[in-house]
């Protein structure tokens, strides 16, 4: 199985089902029962700047079937290994045993393995260092990305730059911003003024009454540009100005909230200590803070005012969170846009508005099919919740959000609910991101009682040697293709509930998966050993310990009880050890 967090190729994805349900995996690293070995696999580096490994490797006489090409960034050696392997291709015994991977990235180290789709579907993967498993990695070297010991100075008419010549840099970009281009979106938001195949570069079109933050980028012979952020070696951390134009001190700009869904901005006139005249002031509006030249670009203009104007009212605002940024603009056009100095904006949000919150849940049944109904109040903020199952009627929203049924809208104001698994005694909906230490509340974030319009958990019960489970549905059919068991006993057990309830949805996992341990040792029903069993998996994956949970999460481990939770909660851990 060839699996890739979230990126997971088609055929992957196929290769992944067909492993998954062809039962467990030994990998042996000597060749024995797999007569089908592809042999002397070796890799080479055809290009530093294209980033291309060249698999070459000899397919093997006598196989008539297909050939897999898998990738990692560790040396493949276990089960383990396989199954995290990302798969490059797939191939016939016709095909030259050779491809070329063009998605490698600089500084990278790379294995590959060749399989075939036979012994996939077996019980042993034979692994051969140097036959059909690489011994050694593949790396594609790191282009010098970076120039050093950037430095800057201020004359009189121009700004002038300086830096540490690169052995691979064919030309350099020089860019300009007024706040750090510390990161590549800050780049992309920032203007480049020129282009030189010289270690310096004079800034001459410069305003006397503004600060600036410059950065120097690598671009080779194919013109392909390199930058990664290193700071005062590549970009300038403190900013620079024509020491005659210095023009402004800090603003001390306020914004509050007023009535009529409108906002008060306050300023200080700053001391202009320029010849330069002041025209008057640019304010800003933003739904974070504008604390960067990126974050002004993707704010609003929303006024310019006169030169006395020390307070402006901004009406019938949208709702929502809004900061602001007021800079002094000149006579000649120029604005003096500081970041470095935080009076310039706000640093904390006004509110216009409400956000969008759960004011009632309940279930209604009509038609034959339950529906989840809610009322809401708010008119801002993300309009997404999720819909969660919870055993518990007021459980914290951080111990439900795995247990998630499905994203709705929260202005649809409904949703149909009725393939709901009957293991959830309780419905809530919550936003996106819950609040920290959020606790659900009975009949407002999470539905009151037990729904009597749901399947509950205590409909099911085993009675009888060879008896059978009974699932009612409502509408009053039956499954009966479910397990067995030797004793008669209640789907739950109250003790096996109350240690989930007050260690696992109270995020004690650790005493989770040693309280529910003990109870596995005592005389319980095998299904609440698997019920056990499946929320010490959950515990494991909440710890981050993602292979003790695929261990016990493994699917033989569970009967139709819990085989499709047991399922997907391994296949998210098999995810999360990527």
């Known amino acids: 199985m060839f699996l890739k967090k979230y990126s997971t190729p088609p055929l992957a994805a196929a290769l992944a089902i067909l492993l998954f349900f062809s039962g467990p995996v030994k990998v042996i690293a000597r060749q024995v029962e797999d007569a089908y070995l592809a042999e002397n696999i070796k890799t080479e580096i055809t290009g530093e700047k294209t980033g291309h490994i060249l698999i070459k490797w000899t397919m093997p006489a006598g196989y008539k079937g297909e050939f897999v090409l898998g990738r990692l960034e560790t040396p493949i050696e276990t089960t383990a290994d396989i199954l995290m392997c990302r798969l490059m291709g797939i191939f016939n015994p016709a095909q030259a045993g050779t491809y070329t991977d063009t998605t490698a990235l600089p500084g990278h180290s790379y294995y590959y393995v060749v399989l075939t789709k036979r012994s996939l579907s077996h019980d042993i993967i034979t692994l051969k260092k140097g036959g059909n498993v690489t011994a050694y990695a593949a790396t594609v070297s790191v282009p010098a990305e970076t120039v050093k010991s950037i430095r800057v100075s201020a004359g009189r008419r121009d700004i002038d730059l300086e830096w540490k010549k ?5 030309t350099y970009g020089i860019y300009r911003s007024t706040s750090p281009i510390s990161r590549i979106e800050e780049l992309k938001a920032s203007t480049r003024i020129g282009t030189t195949e010289e270690n310096a570069f004079s800034d001459k079109n410069v305003s006397r009454y503004r600060t600036y933050f410059y950065a120097v980028t690598i671009i080779d012979k194919s013109g392909k540009e390199y930058y990664r952020p290193v700071m005062d070696e590549n970009y300038t951390s ?14 001390n700009i306020s914004a509050y909230r007023n009535e009529n869904r409108s906002v008060i901005i306050k300023w200080t006139k700053p001391e202009i200590k320029s010849d330069n005249e002041l025209a008057g002031f640019e304010i800003y509006r933003g739904s974070s803070e504008i604390n960067s030249n990126l974050r002004l670009k993707e704010s609003m203009l929303v006024k310019v005012t006169g030169p ?5 009212f901004d009406r019938n605002i949208t709702p929502g969170e809004w900061y602001y940024a007021v800079f002094p603009r000149f006579k000649d056009g120029s604005s003096d846009i500081n970041f470095t100095e935080k009076n310039s904006y706000t640093h904390t949000p006004a509110v216009i508005g409400r956000p969008y919150e759960i004011t009632r849940i309940y279930t209604e049944k009509k038609d034959n099919r339950i529906y989840l109904k809610w009322d809401y109040s708010g008119d801002f903020g993300k309009e997404t919740f999720q819909i969660v199952g919870s055993l518990e ?17 929260i202005k649809t104001k409904e949703s149909d609910i009725s393939l709901l698994k009957p293991s959830y005694r309780y419905i809530a909906l919550i936003p996106e991101n819950p609040r920290t230490g959020q606790r659900l509340k009975s009949g407002i974030d999470i539905t009151e009682n037990t729904a009597d319009n749901l399947p509950r958990a205590n409909d099911l019960k085993i009675t009888g040697k060879r008896s059978t489970i009974m699932k009612k549905f409502q509408d009053g059919t039956s499954d009966t293709n479910l397990s067995t068991s030797k004793e008669t006993y209640s789907f739950e057990s109250a003790n096996l509930n109350r240690i989930i309830r007050e260690t696992f949805y109270k995020n004690r996992y650790r005493s989770a998966i040693s309280e529910l341990n003990k109870f596995m040792k005592k005389d319980a029903s095998e299904t609440e050993k698997q019920k056990a069993l499946l929320f010490i998996g959950k515990s494991y994956i909440e710890l981050g310990q993602y292979k003790k949970a695929v261990k016990v999460l493994k699917v033989k481990n569970f009967d139709n009880f819990y085989r499709d939770e047991a399922k997907f909660w391994f296949n998210f851990a098999m995810l999360r050890l990527n």
């Open 166 to 170: 690169n052995q691979n840099a064919h």
């Open 238 to 251: 403190n900013g620079t100005f024509i020491k005659s134009g210095s023009s402004s001190t800090p603003l």
């Open 308 to 312: 006395e104007e020390t307070i402006y």
């Open 393 to 409: 009627n007021e459980p914290y929203a951080s111990s439900v959000v795995n247990s998630r049924i499905m994203w709705i809208n």
